[in-house]
């Protein structure tokens, strides 16, 4: 899921997803670097939060992360 979505923002269509289906496993992959962003997405629900620029290194480990029940959030975030 990304943070900016076009016509409904990320963390809004998380939200739903989330209502509807609560088992679901929500991880963001985003540009979005903000670490108040980040928050808001963990505080919904979110599983995971993978920054766009460390993707390479962050994904693989953020799904095992999630998979195995625990939260992940990419390093060097700002704010």
Same mark, same amino acid.
């Given at each position: 899921? *990304? !943070? +900016?979505?076009?016509s409904l923002? +990320? !963390?809004?269509?998380?939200?739903? !997803?989330?209502?509807?289906?609560?088992?679901?496993?929500? !991880? %963001?992959?985003? &540009?979005?670097?903000?670490?108040?962003?980040?928050e &808001?997405?963990?505080?919904? +629900? &979110?599983d995971?939060?993978?920054?766009? &620029?460390?993707? *390479?290194? *962050?994904?693989?480990?953020?799904?095992?992360?999630?998979?195995?029940?625990?939260? %992940?959030?990419?390093?060097?975030?700002? *704010?």
């Amino acid at each position: 899921m *990304d !943070i +900016g979505l076009p016509s409904l923002s +990320g !963390i809004e269509a998380a939200r739903q !997803i989330l209502k509807l289906a609560p088992e679901s496993k929500v !991880i %963001f992959v985003t &540009a979005e670097t903000s670490a108040s962003v980040a928050e &808001a997405a963990l505080r919904l +629900g &979110a599983d995971g939060y993978v920054l766009k &620029a460390a993707i *390479d290194s *962050d994904l693989a480990e953020a799904v095992e992360a999630v998979l195995s029940g625990k939260r %992940f959030v990419s390093r060097n975030l700002c *704010d």
